[in-house]
């Protein structure tokens, strides 16, 4: 079993700046497939930002590429998220996930078996 709590969401300006952390506990960390996705209120959960195990290669979202940049410490078995240049379309519950067995960078939900709580990002104009 994997469990995994976000954390660091919150109220910012447009324009602002947040880094969203997830720490994984249970199986071997650096054994799986990260990725975060987000809802926002009568959406479809969608992909976000996605990273290999081993950290090397990152895949992006159209609508955050150049924005957001997704990392990993494998020695603190947590994952980031650093949002910059945030907008108010940014606002949603951000969910981390994990998967052993998914192909990296994958952006259907239902490919990773395991998930957060979720941390709201609510972006103000």
């Known amino acids: 079993q994997v469990q995994l709590v976000e954390s660091g969401g919150g109220l910012v300006q447009a324009g602002g700046s947040l880094r969203l952390s997830c720490a994984a506990s249970?199986?071997?960390?650096?054994?799986?497939?990260m990725g975060w996705f987000r809802q926002a209120p009568g959406k479809e959960r969608e992909f976000v930002a996605a990273i290999r195990w081993s950290g090397g290669n990152t895949y992006y979202a159209d609508s955050v590429k150049g924005r957001f940049t997704i990392s990993r410490d494998n020695a603190k078995n947590t994952v980031y998220l650093q949002m910059n240049s945030l907008k108010p379309e940014d606002t949603a519950v951000y969910y981390c996930a994990a998967d052993f067995t998914v192909v990296a960078g994958d952006p259907r939900p239902y490919e990773y078996d395991y998930w957060g709580q979720g941390t709201q990002v609510t972006v103000s104009s």
């Open positions: 249970g199986r071997t960390f650096s054994s799986y497939a």
